[in-house]
Antibody, heavy 119, light 113 residues
Framework: QVQLVQSGAEVKKSGASVKVSCKASGYAFIGYYMHWVRQAPGQGLEWMGWMNPDSGGTDYAQKFQGRVTMTRGTSVSTAYVELSRLRSDDTAVYFC????????????WGQGTMVTVSS | DIVMTQSPDSLAVSLGERATINCKSSQSVLYRSNNKNYLAWYQQKPGQPPKLLIYWASTRESGVPDRFSGSGSGTDFTLTISSLQAEDVAVYYCQQYFGTQYSFGQGTKLEIK
């Protein structure tokens, strides 16, 4: 069935980088944009950016410009998000989400990956 | 960037009653060439990822109960649950996808009165 499976929880020090993966199955990976959304503890959803798995093209939210990189491994149908220069306020659950090619909303989500940043 | 503002922040409704959540965008999300509003609604339960309920402001995703409906156009939108069920307790988010930059509202927490 169609699913997005993310990598496990991470604990990082301030100033370090983290890379989270999202493996897609059950559909044509290159046919749907992949987005990353994060949610700090007890807070709302924050969109980080998208990646086109076909071309590798990206568009990032201004807040994360210069700190975030979204990539893909097409042979393994996996999307990645890397966030550098981590701070304590980057502690959050990070979700990948697929946007429908016909109506652009997020019709499939990964289970989430908890990233904890400690000083 | 388009800022999405939801109201209220929290809401308590009796079982079987109607629940209404509002969402306002800082600029229109209506694309005139196809007359579509680039707005979606999601439901999130504790410990789960969000679930898509509504897209194009008023189209229900497959499998979503028909007690959920969306309305509005331009900058003002509403999610209505016609008869609240216990399983509808959740946080609800609106999202705009007009252009290449997306954004969410701050969320509305729905509880049982």
């Amino acid at each position: 069935q169609v699913q997005l499976v993310q990598s496990g929880a991470e604990v990082k020090k301030s100033g370090a980088s983290v890379k989270v993966s999202c493996k897609a199955s059950g559909y044509a990976f290159i046919g749907y944009y992949m987005h990353w959304v994060r949610q700090a503890p007890g807070q709302g959803l924050e969109w980080m950016g998208w990646m086109n798995p076909d071309s590798g093209g990206t568009d990032y939210a201004q807040k994360f410009q210069g700190r975030v990189t979204m990539t893909r491994g097409t042979s393994v149908s996996t999307a990645y998000v890397e966030l550098s220069r981590l701070r304590s306020d980057d502690t959050a659950v990070y979700f990948c989400a697929r946007s429908s090619s016909t109506y652009f909303a997020f019709d499939m989500w990964g289970q989430g990956t908890m990233v904890t940043v400690s000083s | 960037d388009i800022v999405m503002t939801q109201s209220p922040d929290s809401l308590a409704v009796s079982l079987g009653e109607r629940a209404t959540i509002n969402c306002k965008s800082s600029q229109s999300v209506l694309y005139r060439s196809n007359n579509k509003n680039y707005l979606a609604w999601y439901q999130q339960k504790p410990g789960q990822p969000p679930k898509l309920l509504i897209y194009w402001a008023s189209t229900r995703e497959s499998g979503v109960p028909d007690r959920f409906s969306g309305s509005g156009s331009g900058t003002d939108f509403t999610l209505t649950i016609s008869s609240l069920q216990a399983e509808d307790v959740a946080v609800y988010y609106c999202q705009q996808y007009f252009g290449t930059q997306y954004s969410f509202g701050q969320g509305t927490k729905l509880e049982i009165k």
